[in-house]
């Protein structure tokens, strides 16, 4: 905060120094001398300080004031440093230096870390080429010190920077971990190297386009290659941090995605058949290194990869069937093809499950000519003939299922023989089939049912059985005329083809009646566009038994066919009566025909009762109770049809009359009627239906009253006179 002044004036003897401007003030005057030590105020400091000056002789001759100004200055600058802007890493021994500071000055700069040495000052300047010097393949430090023009030191500024320059080492590639085919446009590449940060992959050769610089990696998957079906190569290089690039270096892989062609497989040189469970292969395929032989469908499983070879062994693994042997082929570049296959039939059996069968299996014909019905399973020829163990010279045919024949029998059981052969010239056994020759035709022999006897309403189904003397066989629907009482229902064939006995339904409709059921007449069947036939075709003749003799319908059961309802059907309870004050009633009931009854107190007669036996009268517990009652019942007849619900009703009351009372002329205490007594009654009472009678008497028990129309009002005789007389009355309801 010191400074030295140099003062000069001619004859002065004083000095007046001040920081007041015009040195009007802040001073005083002191001996005057040509040099002094002067101290800045405390506002001078760090800033232009100006100090003023005037003199005077000792005369007390003042001069002019007059000046100097010096800037104050104590704080030091400040300032910082980049290498290469502020890169980590550098390959040259020349770095470019870029510096800033706080004010102008100078700089010095040294290769330490401390600024250590005697300084070089040099004008500051923003940027600067500067040799690291001997600071190679290691961490080299650049420190520098600025100083301003008061000089002022500023503290020592470094940075430091890798220097390198030696390239990354150890560098490899190999596409698909070194295989020399591949089948993918897109491979690995397994990248090798020390030292390297980036790689730059190429399809270019020499690394010199087509590529981009990329992290490091010891495996870059998806690189696509540059040439397809071809020999392909891929190009890489490498560089460090300190941009250090490596030679360009390549690896090879043969791409191939086109599988073998002109696949084929034979088995046996083609042949269709053989006897034997090892057979020869012939694989065959253009341009194949593998082959994959496997039973399974689809080449899925049971195989490995084996060298290809035009001529292989095999075992096949099913015999007495057909066997698929399934072979696939691949490449060097494991190019697959489809999944083929080629079969072969292994038989050392003959034909199997051989059968023959004369017109389905028929048990007789009324022809000469037949059908034959032949089958064997792997039979391709076959060999028939009339004679027993096919024992005559064999003429072989075609196989085949149907076959026209002649049979050498008439009237008696006829046999055709067979035997067969297959593509592998097994042969079976002779077997044969037999069949009646039959020309008489079928009669009927008798008519019944398998309906119980009995009666029979409408909507019955009784089923109607005509029996013949042979097993018939039926086509369409025949019919059975049945005598119903008026006009002839039809019994309709059901059931029963292939027996002897034909099965007809009849159902009972309203308005049949037969007392005894029967068919209409001999004539009866009709078959319109039906047939009915035995086994060997023959039509049948169709004459039935007569009704009602021997062997007819009636004669063999005793079936009768009601439709009417009964009749004339009433109920009536108590009599017909209106009221009871009884739950125990009779009932009256009348149908004509009837066998059963069914009585309930449910309307509609659906439920509350059982069937019982008819009958006129009936004791009954009615259901209502101090009200309207009702009684249903229905009848049915021993054909079980049934009438209608019918009912009758009687109103059940079994309450007497209540809210009694009798007053003696209008409740008065006293009378003083002469003789003989008479008084006015007031009479009251109600009940459920209606009181209709009432009993009025002197005695204390009605004993002596009789009964009589109830009224409200009723003149009386009284018996007792001067004293106190009662009289007494009861009432009786409708219901009794």
């Not at 082929?329 to 083929?340: F, R, V």
Request: glycine share 6%; aromatic share 8%; charged share 15%.
């Amino acid at each position: 905060d010191s400074i030295s002044l140099a003062l000069s004036a001619n004859e002065a003897s004083e000095v007046y120094l001040t920081s007041t401007p015009g040195c009007s003030s802040g001073g005083t005057w002191e001996t005057y001398v040509n040099a002094r030590a002067w101290t800045l105020a405390p506002n001078q400091l760090n800033t232009n300080a100006t100090l003023y000056a005037k003199f005077k002789d000792l005369a007390g001759n003042e001069t002019a004031c007059v000046s100097d100004s010096i800037i104050h200055d104590s704080i030091a600058p400040t300032g910082s440093l980049e290498i290469n802007s502020n890169a980590s890493y550098t390959n040259s021994t020349t770095v470019n230096l870029t510096l800033a500071m706080s004010e102008a000055g100078e700089m010095s700069i040294w290769n330490s870390d401390q600024c250590a040495g005697t300084p070089a000052w040099e004008s500051f300047s923003s940027s600067k080429s500067w040799s690291i010097g001997t600071q190679t393949n290691q961490i080299a430090v650049v420190s520098v010190r600025f100083r301003d023009q008061a000089g002022n030191q500023s503290s020592c500024v470094s940075k430091a920077v890798i220097h390198d320059d030696i390239p990354p080492q150890s560098i490899s590639i190999l596409l698909d971990n070194g295989l020399l085919y591949t089948n993918k446009q897109k491979v690995t590449a397994f990248l090798g190297s020390n030292g390297a940060s980036e790689i730059y992959l190429t399809n270019t050769p020499g690394c010199d386009s087509g590529g981009a610089w990329e992290p490091v990696t010891n495996e870059r998957a998806d690189w696509t290659l540059g040439q397809f079906n071809a020999s392909a190569t891929v190009y890489v290089k490498f560089r460090d941090l300190a941009l250090n690039e490596t030679a360009c270096i390549s690896d090879s892989i043969i791409h191939d995605n086109i599988a073998p062609t002109n696949i084929s497989l034979n088995i046996n040189s083609s042949a269709a058949y053989t006897r034997e469970l090892p057979v020869v292969l012939s694989p065959q395929a253009t341009g194949a290194s593998q082959m994959y032989i496997s039973n399974s469908e689809g080449c899925a499983t049971g195989g490995t990869w084996e060298t290809y070879n035009t001529t292989k062994s095999w075992t096949l693994p099913q015999s007495n069937a057909t066997n698929l042997v399934y072979i696939k082929y691949k490449d060097l570049a494991q190019n697959e093809t489809a999944c083929i296959s080629h079969s072969i039939i292994h038989d050392n059996i003959p034909p199997q499950n051989p059968t023959i069968s004369i017109n389905l299996g028929a048990e007789r014909t009324n022809a000469i000519g037949v059908t034959l019905t032949l089958s064997a399973i792997g039979a391709s020829q076959m060999w028939l003939t009339n004679t027993p163990g096919c024992s005559e010279a064999p003429t072989w045919q075609d196989y085949a299922t149907l076959q026209s024949w002649n049979l050498a029998q008439t009237n008696a059981e006829a046999v055709v023989y067979v035997k067969y052969i297959d593509l592998a010239g097994n042969e079976t056994d002779c077997l044969g089939d037999t069949i009646i020759h039959d020309s008489t035709p079928p009669v009927i022999s008798r008519v019944s049912s398998s309906t119980p006897d009995g009666y029979y309403k409408a909507g019955s189904v009784i089923s109607l059985q005509v029996v013949f003397n042979e097993p018939v066989v039926v086509s369409g629907t025949p019919l059975l005329a049945v005598a119903t009482g008026g006009a002839p229902v039809n019994a309709i064939y059901t059931s029963g083809s292939g027996t002897d006995t034909l099965t007809f339904l009849y159902t009972v409709v309203q308005g049949n009646t037969n007392n005894d059921l029967d068919y209409v007449s001999t004539n009866s069947i009709t078959i319109s566009d039906a047939s009915i036939r035995d086994l060997a075709t023959n039509a049948a003749i169709l004459n039935l038994p007569s009704p009602g003799a021997l062997n007819s319908l009636s004669y063999a059961k005793s079936i009768v066919i009601d439709t009417t309802p009964p009749t004339s059907t009433s109920i009536s309870i108590l009599n017909s009566a209106s009221y009871t004050n009884s739950s125990d009633t009779s009932l009256n009931l009348n149908a004509t025909g009837a066998s059963e009854m069914f009585v309930s107190n449910n309307s509609g007669c659906n439920s509350g009762g059982d069937w019982e036996p008819y009958s006129a009268s009936r004791a009954w517990t009615l259901l209502q109770q101090n009200a309207t009652a009702t009684v249903y019942v229905k009848f049915k007849d021993l054909a079980q049809n049934e009438s209608s619900c019918i009912s009758d009703t009687i109103i059940h009351d079994d309450i007497p009359p209540d809210s009694n009372s009798i007053l003696i002329n209008g409740g008065s205490e006293r009378t003083n009627a002469a003789s003989p007594y008479q008084v006015t009654l007031t009479l009251s009472s109600t009940d459920l239906n209606s009181v209709t009678h009432m009993m009025i008497s002197n005695n204390s028990n009605c004993g002596t009253g009789t009964w009589e129309s109830y009224n409200t009002s009723k003149h009386w005789l009284l018996e007792q006179n001067n004293a106190l007389a009662t009289v007494f009355v009861k009432f009786r309801d409708i219901a009794n």
